[in-house]
């Protein structure tokens, strides 16, 4: 399987590794500077520089890393120390971001 988050607004993909990936404003970043081809550094307080994880060495899952404004899937609160399986087409939201996350054989 392959996985990736997916930004609609930006229309950019970022391919996740089968280990532990790092969502935050350091991949949010990244992704803002395929698209605009400059470094941009966020000056979003909503979204923490670690401010969850994904882990898909086995089943894709996603964990809160104790961030300020937390982490939802479909809208509902992701805790830290409890993992949510994540699903093809599942929405993350981190602040005022959205990530469609995609899982393809």
Do not use: Q
């Amino acid at each position: 399987m392959e996985y990736s988050v997916y930004d609609p607004e930006l229309d950019t993909k970022k391919k996740l590794n089968l280990e532990r990936n790092v969502l935050g404003r350091g991949l949010l970043e990244e992704m803002l500077h395929k698209v605009n081809g400059d470094l941009t550094i966020l000056d979003d307080s909503y979204v923490s520089r670690e401010h969850c994880f994904i882990d898909c060495s086995l089943k894709p899952i996603i964990f809160d890393n104790n961030s300020k404004n937390g982490t939802y899937v479909n809208g509902e609160r992701v805790y830290a120390n409890f993992p949510v399986s994540l699903n093809n087409g599942d929405v993350i939201s981190l602040g005022p971001w959205k990530l469609e996350f995609i899982a393809k054989k």
